[in-house]
Each structure stands twice: as structure tokens, then as C-alpha cells.
């Protein structure tokens, strides 16, 4: 998700970010150790680098589902135009759905496309699909005026939604669809104040489990055992942790980065500078979950990031380093274990988004 969507979705579920993110406590217990580093390319080169799109050599088009002004290409399938004009935030392909995630004036909608037509799902505010994509989670509540408690958490194959009514709680987001259950958070009051929890839902179980290990959960590792959580965010910027979610032990800490997102297996952990404000991320890195360790790091006006394969990351980015009005922007992929990285569609001025 890029800094802008980050912030309108803080907005959104209730309140600025600092009031819904500040911990009951800062202990800190001794580390545990994670499995061992699986996936974790030898790197050569600097480790930080200035990412100028024009000149960039061309590679082949993104692997992983993506959006180029309103058509998702990419992935399992051909073209799929997504219908309207409402502006698009996410998407996602799972099996021979497309699922766009709009919003207009009147809220936030989940757009599901098929062979059966199109139905929309009110009150949606963020996709997660699992690692091979034959799943994706996501959660609704009442957006109407005055709010009413309560919601509904999904977990969507494509062709068939199981779903989970819940009576009590605010604000749901689904945070992870990992190690077949879908994570999520909801607070206990609609307002400033909220005390925040995250739970998991086995798809087709009729309740959820309190995970009372992380209840800060941000993202999880595909396998479901490692976790990037929040420990601080207000107007300086935040600090991220990595936590093994079995015991909820901090393995460590950054306040450079927050961390939004694992690579396929979980042996590594991406993140943006912490302190960034502004439509669009000034770098994206890659570190060593095990350990913290900076593997790369490409400065750019990155718009949103997602790895494509354990070697590769894909980045929406800025070819003026800024965004606006006449801004072109490219796919770029770039190698974790060089640094080097490609154009992988064209400079153009038209939306590019890349999958949940």
C-alpha cells in the first residue's frame, strides 16, 4: 500500500494512526531465535542505491497480477477491465476472479468479477491473498451514518465466500491470510482511546482466536510463524518489530523502517523509512528477518512495492521522483542479490498498481 492509501485508511478506520497504535507496554523479552535464514540471496554491490527510471534497461511484464489504468493484467488469465470510473486502491486476482477495491463518495466497495458477472461488497477497506493466491481475505462493515457495531470478516476462493458475522467490535481490517487463516484487528470503541486485538479465523469455523502473543500484528510470514508488528507510531515517524507469534518474543526492533511485507517463505521483511510523509515512499528496503540486517535498499518515489519470486521485487515508482499531474511511472523489478533492476512495463501517466 502506498503512504497516501496508509493514511486515508488510518482516517477511515477511526481516528489518527498514533491513537490507535500506542502499546500497554515497551517490554522487551530475550530474543529467541528464528528458524534459520532460508532464501536469503548473498548480495553484491551498495547497499543503498538511486533508483533513475529513464535509461533502465526492459525486461519481461510483471508475473504477479497488476493494474495499468483500469485494466488488471498479469497473473492466471487474460485482460480484465474493471468497470466504472470509482477510483481503484487495490486489487487482486484469485483463481478466475478479479476483486478491485474502489471507493466514491458514498465509501469504499469490493468489486468481485467473473464469469458470472460483477457484485460489489460494501465497506470493504483492504485485500490480503495467500502465497499462491488461490484465496484472498478481506472484511466489511456498516460505513453508514450513525455507525453501527459489529461486521463481517470473508474469506473469498474466487467462485465461493465464507464468511464470519460479528456483533461486537470496530474498525475490522484483515492484516494476513497465512498458514490457512485469516488474521485480523478490530478495536473495542469506534473513536480515539481504542484499545486494539488481533485475531485468527479458520475459514468455515463458525468464531475466531484472540492471538494475545501480537496484538499489534501489521503483517505475517506465509507460514504463519513470524510477524512484523508496530510498537510506536506518532508525528516522528514509528518502530517495527519482528516477533515470533507463538510466544509473541521480540527478535528485534528498527525505528529506520516500517515493516509491511515478507517475501515468499518469510526469510525476508520489507519496509519503507519510518519517518516518511507524503504520497509516496522516498525508498523501499529488504532486510534479513533473522537477523535485521539491511540487504538493499533503492531510494526512489515508490509507490507501493510486492516481491514476485524469492529473488525479485517490483516496485511502482516515479520516474520524476515526485507524484502529480503529467508524472509518468514504471514497474520496475528489481534483483535483491545485484541491486540491478528493469523497467517491467513502460513509462506511462496511467494508474499502475501492483496485486494485494
Given at each position: 500500500?502506498?503512504?497516501?492509501?496508509a493514511?486515508?485508511?488510518?482516517?477511515?478506520?477511526?481516528?489518527?494512526?498514533?491513537?490507535?497504535?500506542?502499546?500497554?507496554?515497551?517490554?522487551?523479552?530475550?530474543?529467541?531465535?528464528?528458524?534459520?535464514s532460508?532464501?536469503?540471496p548473498?548480495?553484491?554491490?551498495?547497499?543503498?542505491?538511486?533508483?533513475?527510471?529513464?535509461?533502465?534497461?526492459?525486461?519481461?511484464?510483471?508475473?504477479?497480477?497488476?493494474?495499468?489504468?483500469?485494466?488488471?493484467r498479469?497473473?492466471?488469465?487474460?485482460?480484465?477491465?474493471i468497470?466504472?470510473?470509482?477510483?481503484?486502491?487495490?486489487?487482486?486476482?484469485?483463481?478466475?476472479?478479479?476483486?478491485?477495491?474502489?471507493?466514491?463518495?458514498?465509501?469504499?466497495?469490493?468489486?468481485?468479477?467473473?464469469?458470472?458477472?460483477?457484485?460489489s461488497?460494501?465497506?470493504?477497506?483492504?485485500?490480503?491473498?495467500?502465497?499462491?493466491?488461490?484465496?484472498?481475505?478481506?472484511?466489511?462493515?456498516?460505513?453508514?451514518?450513525?455507525?453501527?457495531?459489529?461486521?463481517?470478516?470473508?474469506?473469498?476462493?474466487?467462485?465461493?465466500?465464507?464468511?464470519?458475522?460479528l456483533?461486537?467490535?470496530?474498525?475490522?481490517?484483515?492484516?494476513?491470510?497465512?498458514?490457512?487463516?485469516?488474521?485480523?484487528?478490530?478495536s473495542?470503541?469506534?473513536?480515539?482511546?481504542?484499545?486494539?486485538?488481533?485475531?485468527?479465523?479458520?475459514?468455515?469455523?463458525t468464531?475466531?482466536?484472540?492471538?494475545?502473543?501480537?496484538?499489534?500484528?501489521?503483517?505475517?510470514?506465509?507460514?504463519?510463524?513470524?510477524?512484523?508488528?508496530?510498537?510506536?507510531?506518532?508525528?516522528?515517524?514509528?518502530?517495527?518489530?519482528?516477533?515470533?507469534?507463538?510466544?509473541?518474543?521480540?527478535?528485534?526492533?528498527?525505528?529506520d523502517?516500517?515493516?509491511?511485507?515478507?517475501?515468499?517463505?518469510?526469510?525476508m521483511?520489507?519496509?519503507?523509512?519510518?519517518?516518511?510523509?507524503?504520497?509516496?515512499?522516498?525508498?523501499?528496503?529488504?532486510?534479513?528477518?533473522?537477523?535485521?540486517?539491511?540487504?538493499?535498499?533503492?531510494?526512489?518515489?515508490?509507490?507501493?512495492?510486492?516481491?514476485?519470486?524469492?529473488?525479485?521485487?517490483?516496485?511502482?515508482?516515479?520516474?520524476?521522483?515526485?507524484?502529480?499531474?503529467?508524472?509518468?511511472?514504471g514497474?520496475?523489478?528489481?534483483?535483491?542479490?545485484?541491486?540491478?533492476?528493469?523497467l517491467?512495463?513502460?513509462?506511462?501517466?496511467?494508474?499502475?498498481?501492483?496485486?494485494?
Amino acid at each position: 500500500m502506498s503512504v497516501a492509501a496508509a493514511t486515508v485508511a488510518a482516517v477511515v478506520l477511526g481516528g489518527t494512526v498514533a491513537s490507535r497504535r500506542v502499546p500497554h507496554s515497551e517490554s522487551v523479552a530475550a530474543a529467541a531465535p528464528l528458524p534459520p535464514s532460508t532464501g536469503v540471496p548473498a548480495t553484491t554491490g551498495p547497499t543503498r542505491i538511486t533508483l533513475a527510471l529513464r535509461g533502465l534497461g526492459k525486461g519481461q511484464p510483471p508475473t504477479i497480477p497488476y493494474l495499468v489504468g483500469r485494466e488488471v493484467r498479469g497473473g492466471a488469465g487474460g485482460p480484465v477491465r474493471i468497470p466504472g470510473t470509482e477510483d481503484v486502491l487495490e486489487i487482486a486476482r484469485v483463481n478466475s476472479s478479479v476483486l478491485a477495491l474502489t471507493t466514491n463518495d458514498n465509501g469504499w466497495h469490493l468489486q468481485r468479477l467473473n464469469a458470472n458477472g460483477a457484485k460489489s461488497i460494501t465497506g470493504v477497506n483492504h485485500l490480503e491473498v495467500n502465497e499462491d493466491r488461490s484465496g484472498a481475505a478481506y472484511a466489511a462493515y456498516d460505513g453508514g451514518l450513525p455507525p453501527v457495531e459489529g461486521g463481517t470478516v470473508y474469506a473469498d476462493s474466487g467462485t465461493s465466500l465464507k464468511s464470519l458475522k460479528l456483533k461486537t467490535g470496530w474498525n475490522f481490517k484483515v492484516l494476513a491470510y497465512a498458514a490457512g487463516k485469516v488474521y485480523y484487528q478490530s478495536s473495542d470503541v469506534l473513536g480515539s482511546g481504542a484499545t486494539w486485538s488481533t485475531y485468527a479465523w479458520t475459514p468455515g469455523s463458525t468464531k475466531a482466536e484472540l492471538v494475545k502473543t501480537i496484538p499489534y500484528l501489521t503483517k505475517l510470514s506465509s507460514d504463519g510463524k513470524t510477524a512484523a508488528s508496530t510498537l510506536l507510531v506518532n508525528n516522528s515517524g514509528s518502530c517495527s518489530a519482528i516477533n515470533v507469534v507463538s510466544s509473541g518474543v521480540r527478535v528485534w526492533k528498527t525505528c529506520d523502517y516500517s515493516l509491511n511485507g515478507f517475501s515468499p517463505g518469510g526469510a525476508m521483511v520489507f519496509g519503507v523509512p519510518s519517518r516518511d510523509q507524503g504520497s509516496c515512499a522516498s525508498a523501499e528496503a529488504v532486510l534479513d528477518t533473522r537477523t535485521g540486517r539491511l540487504l538493499r535498499e533503492w531510494k526512489a518515489c515508490v509507490q507501493n512495492a510486492a516481491p514476485e519470486d524469492y529473488e525479485h521485487l517490483l516496485l511502482v515508482v516515479s520516474a520524476s521522483g515526485a507524484s502529480g499531474n503529467n508524472t509518468q511511472y514504471g514497474i520496475v523489478r528489481c534483483a535483491i542479490s545485484t541491486g540491478d533492476c528493469e523497467l517491467a512495463t513502460p513509462l506511462a501517466a496511467e494508474r499502475l498498481l501492483l496485486s494485494a
